[in-house]
């Protein structure tokens, strides 16, 4: 019993994280139609800011969350402007950007490389390496802070996207792009600050992957399926669906771990996405799908 | 009477196809609904698109109250005072209906002032009410396109465009579609109504005009249009001449 307990509590706090993972990658697709294939690269530019930020300044990774997370909208604002808005009007749109993101992902992936190095990293701060245990419960503290910290900002998202006067506009645009317009949304707008939003939760979420994971630049390969299986198991687009597909496929995905073994609990997410593209394919939040 | 919006020589149509408007012009004066009435393909629902800013003028211009607004942005273009209800309602299916009301009041900065407004709505359309907080996409169509109409009321524009109410609703709504058009009227807004059935859509109307291949045909009182012969031709003639 305990055994369970103890695999459901770590799969939890690992599926918080992947849940603020897919997020920004989830409500950029909802609101742009944008495939961001360099999604995973920017959680690593998100992860370096916070190594370096605590390996240069001694800066507790959760701390300079909000730093990362501002490096990274600042550089989704300049990446919109300068690749996605003059794309914008074509209509083979979301096609194009698939190649314009993988494009991205490999030059950032070149860039930190140069610049880094491919060396395995990871941030130590002192809870790094301690656990908790609550009875027979064994909770490392990196995962347990992670994984709160990941859940704080998705409410933080999910309170913002419904209560806030620019909440209902992303949400507007994500619905219904036209029909946002005519209640007056300037969509272009939207889709620049949702694009610096949806990078700034990427770099949030590579201020903690930076000290659960070690990781180096060429790490993003790995991520990129996952993410995207989250998102389409989903419902491409609808961020609550990516949240409960995160959660239960990382605690899937921790028991088939722990039972079968952990070469077999990445293939978890893949073989879901088969099923689910089987017998759902809108996914599990989303609508039928009416568009031929 | 001043004109409150003037079309005039307009050249439009989708991406890089042919024109679908070929030169239109016409005016709106103020405090009437005028309905604009044509075959299928005239370019009624393409006009409509062209003022709300939908679509990009290739030439002429559209001034309202005088000032140009051709080559805005549709939401510029709603503050100025123009709002389209398209064919498709322009709802938001997965905001409930309460949410797709303050979301009509996007453009007003006053939360007071919204949140009023959108329970003067909700007074005056009970069904509404009664839905406020279920999802817009579950309701039936009646009651989507009275959501859409009923929502002009809380940004309360000059000018409310609306591209066929009607459409797919059994003849008893339609009539309570019309009653609501007559209360935004009454209300000091101006309508601008494309119908398909131009019988219905004259009847409930001041003035008339009929569009023909992307331009203006004619236009006049609603009643004269009514009776005009050149209607009969129009329709009659067109789906004749389709028929033979």
Same mark, same amino acid.
């Given at each position: 019993m305990i055994d369970i307990l103890q695999v459901l509590v770590l799969g939890l706090a690992l599926g918080g994280v992947y849940a603020l993972m897919a997020s920004g990658l989830t409500l950029i697709f909802g609101v742009m139609r944008i495939v961001n294939l360099a999604h995973p690269i920017m959680i690593l530019t998100g992860a370096f800011v916070s190594y370096w930020l605590f390996t240069?300044? @001694?800066?507790d990774p959760i701390l300079s969350m909000p730093v990362a997370a501002l490096v990274l909208f600042v550089i989704g604002l300049v990446l919109y402007k300068l690749v996605f808005a003059r794309e914008a009007a074509s209509a083979k749109y979301s096609e194009m950007t698939v190649l314009l993101t993988f494009a991205l992902a490999m030059s950032f992936d070149g860039l930190l490389g140069a610049l880094f190095s491919n060396t395995q990293r990871v941030t130590t701060p002192s809870y790094g390496t301690q656990a908790i245990f609550l009875g027979d419960l064994f909770i490392p503290t990196a995962q347990l802070y992670a994984g709160i910290a990941s859940f704080v900002i998705i409410g933080g998202l999910m309170l913002f996207l419904r209560y806030t006067r620019f909440g209902y506009a992303i949400r507007a645009t994500t619905q219904n792009r036209a029909a946002a317009q005519l209640m007056g949304v300037n969509v272009e707008f939207v889709s620049l600050v949702t694009f610096g939003i949806g990078l700034a939760l990427a770099g949030a979420a590579g201020s903690l992957v930076s000290f659960i994971f070690s990781f180096f $630049? !060429?790490?993003?390969w790995e991520w990129i399926a996952i993410l995207m299986s989250l998102v389409v198991l989903g419902g491409m687009g609808k961020l609550m669906g990516t949240i409960v597909a995160a959660l239960l496929l990382s605690v899937i995905a921790a028991f088939v771990g722990t039972y079968a073994g952990s070469t077999w609990s990445t293939m978890t997410f893949f073989l879901a996405l088969f099923v689910m593209l089987l017998v759902r394919p809108q996914g599990l939040f989303g609508d039928r799908i009416e568009e031929a | 009477m001043p004109e409150l919006l003037e079309v005039s020589d307009v050249v439009a149509g989708y991406g890089? @196809? $042919? !024109?679908?408007?070929?030169g239109i012009s016409l005016t709106v004066r103020p405090g009437q609904v005028q309905c604009i009435i044509g075959p299928n393909g005239a370019g009624k629902s393409t006009l409509m698109k062209a003022i709300a800013g939908l679509l990009p003028v290739r030439s002429g211009e559209i001034r309202f109250g005088g000032e140009r607004i051709d080559g805005l942005r549709p939401d510029q273009i709603l503050r100025k005072g123009i709002c389209f209800v398209p064919q498709e309602r !322009?709802?938001?299916?997965?905001?409930t209906v309460r949410e797709n009301l303050r979301m009509g009041g996007y453009t007003l900065r006053d939360e007071a002032l919204l949140e009023r407004r959108t329970e003067a709505v909700l007074e005056q359309f009970p069904i509404l009410r009664e839905r406020a907080h279920q999802h817009a996409g579950t309701m039936s169509g009646g009651q989507q396109q009275m959501l859409a109409m009923a929502r002009t009321l809380i940004v309360e524009p000059q000018i409310v465009m609306l591209d066929e $109410?009607?459409? @797919?609703? !059994?003849p008893q709504i339609v009539q309570q579609m019309f009653e609501i058009m007559h209360m935004l009227r009454n209300r000091g807004m101006t309508i601008l109504l494309v119908e398909q059935n131009a019988i219905a859509g004259l009847k409930h109307s001041d003035w008339g005009t009929v569009l023909d291949l992307g331009r203006t045909l004619f236009e006049g009182p609603a009643p004269e249009v009514l009776v005009d012969p050149r209607i009969q031709e129009l329709y009659l003639g067109r789906s004749a001449a389709a028929a033979a």
């Open positions: 240069l300044y @001694g800066i $630049p !060429a790490k993003h | 890089r @196809g $042919p !024109a679908i408007l070929n !322009a709802l938001f299916p997965k905001m $109410p009607s459409l @797919g609703l !059994a």
